[in-house]
């Protein structure tokens, strides 16, 4: 809750600070979770294969300028997060992959120089529903299972940098760029196993995303 609260106040003094029309920036992401690392993957010797930990981000962010070349950026993503991995011997143990949704709140600083975009920043994630995992047997059978999220008070802290290049293009500007995402904290389930439930770390996301957005200033 106090970090919470850290960040509103953040994003309102931004806004009290803004000088110039805010500019609404629509974007998408995709992008594969290199980075990525589960709770018992040196002890099992995991291997991630690629195409198994594809994430996916997109939504919208207001950007206000607070002068010269900086600007303070909050956004709000929906997240499609897959996490998937192999044992050495994928021909006994299972290919499993895990699909983790939820809704990112950034608060980005921005640089902006000549054509160039550059931002960095905390979100703050808050898991949609629960986590579900399609497990690919050795018998070339296939089982699901769904586990809760766990993460008092359900919230997920981490950090985003990247960058961009601009293009005028109609009313407003096209950028391309790139994200790196990474979680400061696991992603916790709990799992129910009979009468038991049982609650672990499960995985901290890492991705690389490529980036493309366009953008617009809101002259009222």
Do not use: C
Not at 182 to 197: A, H, M, W, Y
């Amino acid at each position: 809750m106090k970090k919470s609260l850290a960040l509103i106040a953040v994003l309102a003094a931004g806004i009290t600070l803004a000088s110039a029309a805010p500019v609404l920036s629509l974007h998408g992401s995709v992008g594969e979770g290199w980075g990525t690392t589960f709770a018992n993957e040196t002890a099992n010797n995991y291997v991630k294969p690629f195409g198994n930990n594809l994430d996916f981000n997109f939504g919208v962010g207001l950007n206000f300028s607070i002068g010269g070349y900086f600007g303070i950026q909050p956004e709000v993503n929906v997240a499609i997060n897959n996490a998937g991995y192999q044992t050495s011997d994928s021909n006994a143990y299972p290919n499993v992959v895990s699909n983790y949704v939820s809704i990112d709140i950034p608060l980005l600083l921005t640089i902006r120089y000549n054509k160039f975009n550059f931002l960095v920043g905390p979100y703050v994630s808050f898991p949609l529903g629960e986590m579900k995992t399609t497990y690919n047997l050795s018998d070339s059978s296939v089982t699901e299972g769904t586990s809760a999220i766990s993460n008092a008070p359900f919230t997920v802290w981490g950090l985003t940098v990247g960058g961009g290049y601009e293009e005028r293009l109609g009313i407003g500007r096209l950028v391309f760029g790139v994200r790196y995402s990474l979680d400061f904290t696991p992603i916790k389930t709990t799992t129910t196993v009979g009468p038991i439930n049982v609650t672990g770390e499960y995985f901290t996301r890492r991705a690389l995303y490529i980036d493309i957005s366009y953008k617009f200033a809101l002259d009222f």
